[in-house]
């Protein structure tokens, strides 16, 4: 990050702000859809909105002819205001608007049953429209070796999944267009036993979908300081897709119609697309512990509290600095663990700024409204600075309470 630029940030948008790195985001899809296509060509990807619904990259993956996946009503909102059509929307999640749901399926889009209480949904909506095609999936949950038990989707051994099966033959107008799981495991070897588990189900349904969707958990692009603090292997695109893409192309290369394979990846798209930039503004020494305070929390940043350190970039634009030992990074909330950084070692001075990276999943969708409004996002395009989203205000957090 450049001295002169920050200084030029600061004094139009203020001392804390993200910046969106939009191409990267774009690369990131680009590479990920071509790892796959490579060895699978009916291959797209659903992008998971509730990981950073900003409408710019929801737009740009609509541009690149990928899906919408969605969890609300308010995301699917999103996705139609971007301008993606009904049929690019897939709705996941474990609660679902009825109405809403009614609208996205007469339109022409998917939802996946996620567990038994909505069958009476769709029934109530299939038997209202019986002219009506409804395109409607299943989410499938089973045993990848992960030590989890996931909460999302149907048991694929119970009585549940099977009346969710039988749904299909009490209503022609159901098309049961996909078969989708979900698991939040990232680690490669549970990608193949998902794979394989839901190529068996087709055979257990005997039925052929159009989608067959294995869900969103996949590492993204990451700097070495941040892949050093997990205890496992973070992949490549390349081994994601060489761990299942062959799968499919042996078991449907003779089919002439072959179903579309989809993921639906968050992180491993937008983590490393967004930067934290904030201004150092004290630095105290408690009892012999460095301190250094800046403008944002841990909230801004790492809001599922992981406790992993972000790849971090001192732009000195303070005066002077000493050498720190040890110091950590506390944020502007009156949290006593809101530290941003720790253990940092290096030069420092009141007035630099902290660039923080990898910030672009979930940061500004969990952010809280806690104490302060939150920050600007800016493009940065030719060193000429671009808003994507402006800073909160107080009307903007307040004008729905009554005073």
């Keep these: 990050m450049d001295k002169n630029l920050l200084n030029e940030l600061v004094k139009n948008y203020g001392n804390a702000f993200y910046i969106l790195d939009v191409g990267q985001f774009t690369k990131n899809f680009d590479e990920l859809k071509k790892a796959f296509s490579d060895i699978y060509p009916n291959f797209n990807i659903a992008y998971s909105y509730k990981t950073n619904y900003t409408p710019m990259l929801c737009r740009k993956v609509n541009e690149k002819g990928g899906y919408a996946e969605v969890v609300s009503d308010m995301e699917m ?4 205001r971007v301008g993606v059509s009904p049929e690019k929307i897939i709705w996941n999640g474990p609660y679902k608007n009825s109405a809403k749901v009614g609208e996205l399926l007469l339109a022409g889009g998917t939802v996946n049953i996620d567990s038994a209480y909505e069958l009476e949904m769709i029934s109530d909506i299939a038997r209202a429209n019986p002219k009506t095609r409804l ?9 990848i070796g992960d030590g989890v038990v996931s909460r999302f989707g149907f048991d ?6 099977h009346r969710a099966l039988s749904l299909f033959g009490k209503f022609g107008n159901l098309n049961l267009i996909g078969l989708q799981c979900h698991f939040a495991t990232r680690s490669l070897n549970t990608w193949r036993p998902r794979a394989e588990r839901m190529l068996d189900l087709i055979d257990a ?6 989608h067959i969707d294995l869900g969103g958990g996949l590492f993204g692009k990451m700097h070495d300081s941040l892949k050093a603090q997990f205890d496992t292997h973070i992949p490549s695109y390349e081994e994601y897709a060489s761990a ?63 406790k992993k350190n ?59 409204p806690f104490i302060l409004p939150n920050f600007p996002i800016l493009e940065l395009d030719s060193n000429k600075a671009k808003v994507i989203k402006r800073a909160e205000t107080f009307e903007d957090l307040f004008g729905t309470f009554v005073f």
């Design 205 to 210: 349904v005997g039925h052929v979908p159009q």
């Design 77 to 80: 909102e999103i996705a139609l």
């Design 244 to 306: 299942v893409a062959p799968l499919f192309a042996e078991r449907f290369s003779s089919c002439g119609q072959k179903p579309l394979l989809l993921v639906e990846p968050g992180s491993a798209l937008v983590g490393d697309c967004m930067k934290f930039v904030s201004k150092v503004v004290n630095i105290k020494n408690v009892r012999g512990k460095n301190i250094a305070t800046v403008l944002g929390s841990i909230y801004n940043i790492n809001p599922t509290l992981n």
């Design 156 to 161: 694929t051994e119970s009585e549940d999944f």
């Design 310 to 368: 972000p790849p971090l970039e001192i732009v000195e634009t303070g005066n002077g600095g000493m050498h720190y030992t040890d110091l950590d990074f506390g944020g502007f909330t009156c949290i006593e663990s809101d530290y941003l950084y720790r253990h940092y070692s290096g030069k420092l001075a009141v007035g630099d700024m902290a660039v923080f990276g990898n910030v672009g999943s979930y940061s500004v969708v969990l952010k809280p």
């Design 135 to 143: 395109n409607v999936g299943l989410r499938c949950n089973f045993d």
